[in-house]
């Protein structure tokens, strides 16, 4: 029994396990990277906040940032407290991702 678990556990967990690609992310005329807004709907329609909660203060956030090589899918996003996401200060969430998650050929 414990060892069907753990299989399907592996099997669940792998499906979708990667969440990096190795190109740059396509973009704009802008510079911007091009974001699909298919995915992004579908991600709140799977993950909606608690009732009650300001969807202002809440911002589609990318465990591998997109700028890092991650992709744009539902299994690389979660929601974060604009607060922590894009705060002034030097240990913001988009701050300390870039520099900890990017390899090195990404900083420039």
């Known amino acids: 029994m414990i060892r069907a ?23 704009n005329s802008a510079g911007n990277i091009v974001r699909s807004k298919a995915v992004v709907g579908e991600f709140m329609r799977l993950y909606p906040l608690p009732e009650g909660v300001n969807r202002k203060d809440y911002q589609i956030n990318h465990a591998v940032p997109l700028v890092c090589g ?7 996003m979660l929601w974060m407290h604009v607060k922590a996401k894009t705060c002034a200060g030097d240990f913001c969430q988009d701050r300390v991702e870039q520099i900890v998650m990017c390899p090195r050929s990404y900083h420039k």
Do not use: F, Q, S
């Not at 753990?6 to 967990?13: E, R, S």
């Open 5 to 27: 678990l753990v299989a399907l556990l592996l099997v669940v967990g792998t499906a979708h396990a990667d969440i990096r690609c190795c190109k740059e992310p396509e973009r």
């Open 70 to 76: 991650g992709l744009d899918i539902i299994e690389n």
